[in-house]
């Protein structure tokens, strides 16, 4: 059981550059989320989405977009990189219903670093 | 918008005291309040998950509270250890989850 899957977990990019980074959940959860990490920050949401084809705006989604295509992918996309957007990126997935368990599970993480 | 605060930003205390983390949030609505470990470096690791019909949840030394009339959690960790030092975040949940800026505990062997 995989759980929470991140793809890459490090990355490099050049100012300007665009990339996508993968999150893959394999418990039929029908909550995603994006957050970013800086030091002393604590994890702050880009975007989230309650569903298969929805998306919403978190706390901080200027400079990236999502998409959620399939209920298991939540795809964070960064169309022109910045190095105001090296952070470490965590996707998160969660069932939504109250009165079940609804815990919240993370991937390892993606250390992207724009240069 | 929900907010949620933790303190103390840090805390170092000797080995084998207990010790107590709070976490408040404004906005009580919540469908669960979970408490997180991040050691350096690392990823989250889920220590304890309250649901929001829950007063407390409890996990070896572990126990975390929660009054959500008052918009507070608490994480009580007894006999503490080296090994317990890391960043702790609590996470409230309605839509969204919602998190702390955490608290940095350090033990002091």
């Known amino acids: 059981n995989a759980g929470v899957t991140q793809t890459p977990k490090f990355r490099v990019l050049k100012t300007g550059q665009s990339m996508t980074l993968l999150c893959a959940q394999d418990m039929n959860h029908e909550y995603m989320y994006w957050y970013r990490q800086d030091p002393g920050m604590g994890l702050r949401l880009i975007h989230y989405?309650?569903?298969?084809?929805?998306?919403a705006k978190g706390e901080v989604p200027d400079g990236y977009n999502v998409s959620r295509l399939k209920k298991q992918n939540f795809l964070l996309g960064l169309e022109s990189a910045a190095p105001s957007q090296t952070s470490v990126y965590f996707c998160?997935?969660?069932?939504?219903?109250?009165?079940?368990?609804?815990?919240?599970?993370f991937g390892q993480g993606t250390r992207l670093t724009v240069v | 918008k929900q907010e949620v605060t933790q303190i103390p930003a840090a805390l170092s205390v000797p080995e084998g005291e207990n010790l107590v983390l709070n976490c408040s949030f404004t906005d009580s609505a919540i469908y669960n309040l979970q408490w997180f470990r991040q050691d350096p470096g690392k990823g989250l690791t889920s220590l304890l998950l309250?649901?929001?019909?829950?007063r407390e949840q409890t996990s070896g030394r572990l126990n975390a509270s929660l009054d959500k009339s008052s918009g507070r959690s608490t994480l009580y960790i007894a006999a503490s250890q080296p090994g317990d030092s890391a960043t702790y975040l609590c996470?409230?949940?309605?839509?969204?989850?919602?998190f702390g800026t955490g608290t940095r505990l350090t033990i002091i062997p």
């Open positions: 989405s309650v569903g298969e084809g929805t998306t």
């Open positions: 998160a997935s969660s069932s939504p219903r109250k009165g079940v368990n609804t815990e919240a599970f």
């Open positions: 996470a409230v949940k309605n839509e969204k989850l919602t």
């Open positions: 309250i649901q929001s019909s829950q």
